[in-house]
């Protein structure tokens, strides 16, 4: 690219510098004035509100460190982190012990497989909303398939109320969660499968290795770049989870079922503490960060392996 | 010989069969759910409440479901309207900035350029969850709460990482050569770019505003937080009312008939431009 850049300079005709720098700003300001308003402002200007007493209505009150203060003491902010934490090692053994054998299931170029992608992808398109919405229905007791669906199979008794217990509200959800996410991770692991030499896996054939063997000497360690990638996705979409806890359990029985993003809107936007919100906000972005940064780490070791 | 050749035909058979079996199952598990909300938002008013067993319309064709999802709000109509403005708006926008962005970023030279284009990749790490409290206040400052207008501009950020990315790298992959022809033909700037360089970048463009059409109409949080009146809902907003129930009963017809409305166009636009659909997955998945 730089090579070509010098390369090709000389022969083109030299125009003032000067002209052309403010030409290519002036292509990239509608981007940076986006940006600049709509993501940078406001992650500085959540530092600002966190330090104050912010009402949706009236002036807010410089109050230092006591929003952080509070958040360190609060159990409810603890539970909700908790079962953030939960949901998220829960709900991603879940999508890759399902994604996984999906993916090789589809790898191999066979007659329909395109078709079977495509089925097993399509929950992916339309919104987490819409999926929570068909769910909740779904599962509804009086008014649902999977009653009737299950009785039949004669796993559940047919008037059982999956939204009224804990466990079987959060099995729901992690249904939908799976049914939703699971053609998503397929299609990037689908990538990293692909990515593979096939003379790999031939030569571990000859030299004798069964099927799981050659999976977890040859396939796997040749996946780990891919494995990082959707395993960070699947990481940090589940840490920001909210559509599905809001929409199918409205925070589920006894408020067992409230996220961390869960939690902030309604301190937030129910209750109005918007000082408040904002801190715990500016916690989440910290860890999402670190996460983030795990993730680069991650991906670097990969790299330097392969 | 024979007895081999027929052991090796029957074990290929099996192994065809088992593999469209675990298939088939595989596209029941994925697909049903969809095909029984579709058709069981076409039974009679009277059959909404009970379980779509079977799941189609038995006591014929109705449109029921509908009628009552329109009694919801502002009319089924308003909202749908509301979330293909603000969806169209999104993609359309998205679409503009990102391919000057992309442009610039390609061909010019400028102070800070890779300090900015990082800044604006960079953006993907903030989740815009942990930003929308600030957001909403902004908004309000600016006029631009409880609008439209003001959820586009949001939905239209968010786009913008992964879409001046794609941009940046269709600027790329086109050779210097055209330009310069064109440039010699007398084609300059704006000219240049929307005359000769718009078609070759144009699998870009389609797989940048697929991603903007589907993001921002499926977008619940943020809508849910930044419009507060209620003709201005969109679609997933105006549906979890719905779910919310009314007088404690909730109407799961509308539910049904909602559902329909808010996934068949996702679905429509995928199956249209699936190809398009993948590249923009690939690209985010090898970055």
């Known amino acids: 690219m730089t090579l070509a850049d010098s390369l090709s300079r000389p022969t083109r005709r030299r125009r003032p510098k000067r002209r052309s720098q403010w030409k290519g700003l002036l292509y990239i300001a509608p981007a940076m004035v986006l940006v600049i308003m709509f993501f940078i402002l406001p992650v500085l200007f959540t530092f600002w509100m966190s330090l104050h007493k912010w009402p ?10 006591n929003n952080y203060i509070r958040m360190f003491s609060d159990t409810r902010f603890y539970s909700a982190l908790g079962f953030t934490a939960y949901y998220t090692v829960i709900i991603t053994i879940a999508i890759f012990a399902l994604a996984f054998p999906l993916a090789i299931f589809v790898e191999r170029q066979r007659k329909m497989v395109g078709v079977y992608r495509t089925a097993i992808f399509m929950p992916v398109v339309v919104g987490l909303a819409s999926a929570s919405l068909l769910w909740v229905w779904f599962a509804n007791v009086d008014s649902g398939f999977l009653n009737p669906l299950l009785a039949w199979l004669g796993i559940v008794d047919l008037k059982t109320n999956f939204f009224a217990s804990f466990d079987s509200a959060f099995f729901i959800v992690c249904l939908m969660v799976v049914w939703k996410v699971a053609g998503f991770t397929m299609i990037i692991l689908l990538t990293g499968l692909q990515a593979i030499p096939t003379e790999l896996g031939e030569a571990a054939r000859i030299d004798g290795a069964n099927r799981w063997k050659r999976f977890f000497y040859v396939t796997l360690p040749l996946m780990r770049k891919t494995m990082a990638l959707s395993l960070i996705l699947s990481v ?20 067992k079922m409230i996220s961390v993003v869960y939690y902030i809107f309604n301190q937030s936007f129910v209750s109005f503490n918007l000082g408040y919100g904002a801190a715990m906000s500016l916690a989440l ?6 996460i983030s940064i795990f993730q680069l780490w991650l991906l670097r070791v990969g790299e330097e392996r392969a | 010989m024979t007895t081999k050749k027929e052991a090796r035909a029957r074990r290929a058979l099996f192994g065809a069969g088992s593999y469209h079996g675990t298939g088939i199952l595989l596209a029941v598990f994925f697909l049903a759910p969809f095909v029984i909300t579709i058709l069981s938002s076409f039974r009679h008013g009277t059959e909404a409440r009970l379980p779509p067993i079977p799941p189609w319309p038995t006591n014929g064709f109705s449109l029921d479901a509908y009628r009552s999802l329109d009694s919801f709000g502002a009319g089924v109509w308003q909202h749908t309207l509301n ?15 990102s391919l000057l962005a992309g442009y610039g970023f390609s061909r010019y030279r400028f102070m800070f350029k890779n300090a900015l284009f990082v800044l604006i990749i960079a953006t993907l790490m903030i989740p815009f969850q942990s930003i929308l409290t600030p957001l909403f206040i902004i908004l309000a400052k600016l006029g631009l709460n409880n609008s439209l207008i003001g959820l586009t501009l949001v939905y239209v950020t968010l786009q913008l990482p992964f879409s001046v990315f794609m941009m940046r790298n269709a600027f790329d992959a086109v050779p210097k050569e055209i330009e310069e022809a064109a440039r010699i033909d007398g084609a300059r700037d704006l000219r240049l770019l929307v005359r000769v360089l718009l078609p070759l970048v144009l699998p870009g463009i389609v797989t940048v505003a697929i991603f903007a059409f589907l993001n921002s109409w499926n977008e619940f949080l943020a809508a849910l937080v930044l419009l507060s009146d209620n003709s201005k809902f969109t679609l997933p907003i105006l549906i979890s009312a719905v779910r919310a129930g009314r007088l ?40």
């Not at chain 2, 979330?83 to 900035?97: F, H, K, R, W």
């Open chain 1, 56 to 65: 949706l209505l009236g002036v807010p009150r410089f109050i230092g460190l």
């Open chain 1, 236 to 255: 940090t979409g589940s840490i920001l989870a909210f559509d599905q806890f809001y929409i199918m359990t409205a925070g589920g029985p006894q408020n």
């Open chain 1, 285 to 290: 972005l910290v860890i999402l960060v670190l």
């Open chain 2, 83 to 97: 979330s293909a403005a603000v969806a169209i708006g999104t993609a359309l926008l998205t679409v503009i900035v």
């Open chain 2, 248 to 287: 404690g009963a909730i109407d799961w017809g509308a539910v049904q008939a909602g559902v329909t409305v808010m996934s068949v166009p996702c679905l429509f636009v995928f199956l249209l431009l699936q190809r398009y659909y993948m590249r923009g997955l690939m690209a985010g998945a090898v970055k």
